[in-house]
Nanobody, 128 residues
Framework: QVQLVESGGGLVQTGGSLRLSCAASGDTFSRYSVGWFRQAPGKERQFVAA???????????YYADSVKGRFTISRDNAKTTVYLQMNSLSPEDTAGYYC??????????????????WGQGTQVTVSS
């Protein structure tokens, strides 16, 4: 079992930056793949980024096309935390952001159905 808590959301102007954190407790978090998703009102949950756990290697990262080059996902296993650095934010990035975790391999990390554990989310609002 893993418990996830997101933080770092807030209100920022267009072009600004935020760093979201996903803090984990419970199981050996370092062996979980972690994804970030976002959901705006009236829209489906959307993949943002993921970092895959690979035995003995630095995790492979994946990004949605809409955030590639602007967002960076990373993890600090010592702190059992995964981060999402978001730069060059635009109003289109406004949404609730959720982290999720799962420990199976060879699954589609862009699909929210692949994940077992979810946090409660943190709101990101980008003003124009």
């Amino acid at each position: 079992q893993v418990q996830l808590v997101e933080s770092g959301g807030g209100l920022v102007q267009t072009g600004g930056s935020l760093r979201l954190s996903c803090a984990a407790s419970g199981d050996t978090f370092s062996r979980y793949s972690v994804g970030w998703f976002r959901q705006a009102p009236g829209k489906e949950r959307q993949f943002v980024a993921a970092i895959e756990w690979l035995p003995g290697e630095t995790g492979e990262t994946y990004y949605a096309d809409s955030v590639k080059g602007r967002f960076t996902i990373s993890r600090d296993n010592a702190k059992t935390t995964v981060y999402l650095q978001m730069n060059s934010l635009s109003p289109e990035d406004t949404a609730g952001y959720y982290c999720a975790a799962q420990m199976r391999r060879f699954v589609d990390l862009t699909n929210p159905l692949s994940y077992t554990y979810w946090g409660q989310g943190t709101q990101v609002t980008v003003s124009s």
